[in-house]
Each structure stands twice: as structure tokens, then as C-alpha cells.
């Protein structure tokens, strides 16, 4: 069957002609002038000026444009004595950044020195992306052991600039 597949992203020729697929325009040139999907072999897909594109059951391609967040003006006292605290992060800690970090899990993972082929570990057959982080979390907590401190946690959220766990994270070190 021969026709043509349009989404919200990208339109697919299903003939054996390459086709140029693009989020704002199909009519995407290269750099030489030249339409890309003529530079395609034939059956080839080419995706161009995409973001977030997922392909298969568990590949994703994403570029990341993430807006640079400047710190809080203030630092309250309780964060600053996060980053001092050597105790070992507990599962609730661990729960509360998995449910707030969101897809900056990895870089986070980067931060607590995981590679990226473990971080792909953590992401097989769940179904969140909070999963996926508390698999890591709980992977780094038992293989670094009694170095698995809120304050290493605190620095790598820190330095993600995932200033809104480590606020949430005091509200949960805070007696109500």
C-alpha cells in the first residue's frame, strides 16, 4: 500500500522514495540548498527540525533546550544544611526526588556517576519516569553505600538546577 502518513510532527511517504519530515517545514533544505530527502537513500525517513522524537518502544531522541534557571535570591538555612549533611538519603527522600525531577533524572544519574548504558537499565520495561529514577536512586544508594548522602544527592540536584526537588525535599525534612 502506497500513501502518505501525516502526524502533528512529521509526514511519512510510505512509497520507497526518502522523505523529508519536518515539525515547521517539509520543504527543509540542508546547508548546500539541496532537499535533504533527495540525499536519502530510498525507504529512507529523514526528521529534521524536531524535538523529542520517539521511535520503537523504548528509543528516544530529544534535544535538549533547556532554559538555564538561576539559583534562588535566597537560600534558606535548611537547604544550605542539606549540602552538610552526611546521613545516608532515605527511601522517602529518594521517593519525593523521583516524583519531582521529572526526565532531569539522567543528568542527575550523570552527576552520581552513572554511564549511559546504565541509565538505559533503569528506563527498561517501566512505565514512569519517576520509576525509572527511583531505580537509579536506589541503584546509587546501594552501591555507594554510606556515601549515598543527601548531601552528594543535594549537590548533583544542585548542580541539574533542579532547585524545586531541593525544596521539596526540605518540606519533607520540615516538622508540620
Request: charged fraction near 25%; hydrophobic fraction near 40%; include cysteine.
Given at each position: 500500500m502506497s500513501?502518505k502518513?501525516?502526524?502533528?510532527?512529521?509526514?511519512?511517504?510510505t512509497?520507497?522514495q526518502?522523505?523529508?519530515?519536518?515539525?515547521s517545514?517539509?520543504?527543509?533544505?540542508?546547508?548546500s540548498?539541496?532537499d535533504?530527502?533527495?540525499?536519502a537513500?530510498?525507504?529512507?525517513i529523514?526528521?529534521?527540525?524536531s524535538?523529542?522524537i520517539?521511535?520503537g518502544?523504548?528509543?528516544?531522541?530529544?534535544?535538549?533546550?533547556?532554559?538555564?534557571?538561576?539559583?534562588?535570591?535566597?537560600i534558606?538555612?535548611?537547604v544550605?544544611a542539606?549540602?552538610?549533611?552526611s546521613?545516608e538519603?532515605?527511601?522517602?527522600?529518594m521517593?519525593?526526588t523521583?516524583r519531582?525531577?521529572?526526565a532531569?533524572?539522567?543528568?542527575?544519574?550523570?552527576?552520581?556517576?552513572?554511564?549511559?548504558?546504565?541509565?538505559?537499565e533503569?528506563e527498561?520495561r517501566?512505565?514512569s519516569?519517576?520509576e525509572?529514577?527511583?531505580?537509579m536512586l536506589?541503584?546509587w544508594r546501594e552501591?555507594e553505600?554510606?556515601?549515598?548522602?543527601?548531601?552528594?544527592?543535594v549537590k548533583?540536584?544542585?548542580?541539574?538546577q533542579?532547585?524545586?526537588?531541593?525544596?521539596?525535599?526540605?518540606?519533607?525534612e520540615?516538622?508540620?
Amino acid at each position: 500500500m502506497s500513501g502518505k502518513i501525516q502526524s502533528d510532527a512529521v509526514s511519512f511517504d510510505t512509497s520507497s522514495q526518502p522523505v523529508a519530515a519536518n515539525a515547521s517545514n517539509n520543504q527543509e533544505r540542508s546547508n548546500s540548498g539541496t532537499d535533504m530527502a533527495s540525499e536519502a537513500p530510498p525507504g529512507s525517513i529523514v526528521i529534521s527540525g524536531s524535538r523529542n522524537i520517539h521511535v520503537g518502544s523504548n528509543v528516544n531522541v530529544g534535544i535538549k533546550s533547556r532554559a538555564i534557571k538561576r539559583p534562588p535570591a535566597h537560600i534558606p538555612p535548611a537547604v544550605s544544611a542539606m549540602f552538610r549533611c552526611s546521613r545516608e538519603v532515605t527511601d522517602q527522600q529518594m521517593l519525593t526526588t523521583s516524583r519531582y525531577l521529572g526526565a532531569a533524572w539522567r543528568d542527575v544519574a550523570r552527576r552520581l556517576g552513572f554511564l549511559g548504558g546504565e541509565t538505559e537499565e533503569f528506563e527498561y520495561r517501566v512505565d514512569s519516569l519517576r520509576e525509572a529514577c527511583f531505580r537509579m536512586l536506589t541503584a546509587w544508594r546501594e552501591r555507594e553505600s554510606s556515601a549515598a548522602s543527601l548531601e552528594a544527592l543535594v549537590k548533583a540536584l544542585w548542580d541539574e538546577q533542579a532547585y524545586d526537588v531541593l525544596f521539596k525535599l526540605v518540606e519533607l525534612e520540615t516538622p508540620h
